[in-house]
């Protein structure tokens, strides 16, 4: 399936002026003196923290004033002005800028954070050219850690994992951000690095839980964590899934030629959450969408651009839509990358009662006098032929039907997000199969997962509001073999390949 979208990335963004006011002392007085020793002191130590945990001397390629602080038993330093890559305010005192950038950095950037936000006045931070490695800090996007950072470059480092929300919330309050040329990916990829800094983290919680000397909120969430990532098959607290294996010779018991329905994929809470944000990015945002997708397109939702579904969705991603995926294909989690996800909505207008007209208006005819009838006929089965009805709605706001079509994805997924009480007809139509089939789920948080190589439409509901929540999959296994399997299983008619 043809598909076109206008990407969000987690790189570079600038173009953007911030003004700020002079940050208040810790005294209440409009006319403090400037921070003494101890303020000072405390952005001294907090420099030496992070050149000992960057490598230090041994990585470093400039460290001229750092080494000599850091080095053991040596004098205090009152001030960081002729220290490599340091600004200092001249009246405070304060550290303003680090400038660190191709530098030899090595090391978890989560763990300079602590020692970031002693610096309360730093509003450039310059890192990139580095080997800084492990997750990108929310923290960093956060006004209440990071007030006066205004300049941020972490670009060309080992970071992986997802870029946190924050980011997107804080975009305009930064003149510059650069994070790319990382391994950032803005949906949830379960690569091997990924695992790695998971495992790192956790071991940090453990270590943090273990010298506070309790097992309380910190100890939990590394149990939490630990089962979320190394976790493969999460169907165990799942209802079984259900397989409808294909009649057709070719499927030989292939993954690819079953549908494969697992319940409780969402709870109830997240598929409500969805839709609530969805709604309410719609109303923000003059409507659903319905121009992403050039060939078959839907009234949608992209993921991408409502950060607080994004987050939750990429929660869920890591621990239950890919392993439920990898698991119901006989594919590796790290193989699959998911390329779109989004929220399509189908509904179909309420009907209203044309009154019959009178003699005086019989000129100009009852307004919209047969195209509700064209329209509704438009949004009938064609259950002769198999095929599912156009996507073509009774007005730009309603969407009944997706015709069939076949996705450019080897995988892919249809979630419910609503009850089935909602809505009459709708569910997925899989046309490669004798006879066709529908796939209709009557639990909000089922998930049908499919290769998406065959075709497949989106049955017409006849009454309600349907939403669910979308996405495409690739796999990248060796050999590609998944691709060649689904092209094998499901070969395109010669009338297709024309088109």
């Known amino acids: 399936m043809k ?35 101890p303020r000072l002191a405390a952005e001294i130590e907090a420099l030496v ?17 750092w080494s000599s602080a850091a080095a053991p038993h040596s004098p205090s330093s009152s001030s960081a002005t002729a220290w490599f890559g340091v600004t200092v305010a001249p009246t405070s005192g304060r550290i303003t800028t680090l400038s660190l950038s191709n530098n030899g950095l090595t090391g978890r950037l989560s763990e ?5 936000r002693v610096l309360i006045a730093l509003s450039s ?8 490695r492990g997750f990108l800090p929310a923290e960093l996007a956060c006004i209440e850690a990071m007030p006066a950072l205004s300049v941020l470059d972490v670009s060309q480092n080992l970071l992986v994992g997802t870029t946190p929300r924050q980011f997107a919330e804080r975009s305009r309050a930064f003149e510059w951000r650069d994070c790319t040329a990382n391994r950032l990916s803005i949906f949830y990829r379960a690569t091997e690095e990924v695992h790695a800094a998971e495992r790192e983290e956790e071991a940090e919680v453990a270590v943090n839980a273990s010298g506070s000397g309790g097992a309380g909120g910190g100890g939990g969430g590394a149990a939490s964590t630990t089962a979320a ?30 549908v494969h ?61 890919m392993p439920v995926m990898a698991a119901m294909f006989g594919v590796r989690p790290t193989d699959l990358m998911l390329e779109d996800l989004f929220v399509a909505k189908y509904s179909v207008p309420t009907p209203t ?26 949004r009938k089965l064609q259950s002769s032929s198999g095929s599912t009805a156009s996507s073509a709605a009774s007005s730009t706001r309603h969407q009944a039907a997706l015709k069939a079509h076949r996705d450019d994805s080897e995988l892919s997924f249809v979630l419910l997000l609503n009850d089935a009480a909602d809505f009459a007809g709708g569910g997925t139509e899989f046309l490669d199969w004798s006879p066709p089939f529908v796939a209709a789920p009557t639990m909000k948080g089922c998930m049908v997962s499919f290769c998406g ?31 060649k399997e689904g092209n094998r299983i499901f070969p395109r008619e010669a009338e297709e390949e024309e088109e």
């Open 3 to 37: 598909r076109s979208w206008t990407s969000s990335t987690s790189g570079t963004s600038g173009s953007f002026t911030l003004g700020f006011s002079a940050f208040a002392s810790s005294s209440t007085s409009a006319s403090a003196p400037p921070p003494g020793p």
């Open 49 to 65: 923290a992070i050149f000992r945990a960057t490598g230090g001397a041994s990585a470093w390629r400039k460290h001229d004033g």
């Open 112 to 116: 300079l954070v602590p020692h970031l």
């Open 125 to 132: 931070l310059r890192l990139s050219g580095n080997s800084l």
């Open 229 to 258: 990532a190394e976790i493969v098959v999460v169907v165990g607290d799942m209802e079984t899934s259900e397989h409808v294996d294909a009649a057709a010779a070719a499927a030989a018991g292939h993954a690819l030629g079953s």
């Open 261 to 321: 329905l697992t319940e409780g994929v969402l709870s109830r809470s997240d598929c409500e959450r969805v839709v609530a944000l969805a709604e309410e990015h719609a109303r923000g945002r003059g409507g659903w969408r319905s121009d992403r997708h050039t060939m078959y397109r839907t009234m949608d939702i992209d993921v991408r651009d409502v950060p607080p579904m994004l987050e939750l969705l990429n929660a869920r991603l890591r621990s239950r839509i």
């Open 353 to 378: 009662l044309t009154p019959t007209p009178t003699p005086c208006a019989s000129a100009a005819g009852p307004p919209g006098g047969g195209e509700g009838q064209a329209a509704t006929k438009k």
């Open 453 to 483: 190589l065959q075709r497949h439409g989106g049955r017409a509901i006849t009454s309600g509001t349907r939403y669910i929540l979308a996405g495409f999959v690739r796999v990248f296994d060796e050999g590609r073999v998944t691709r």
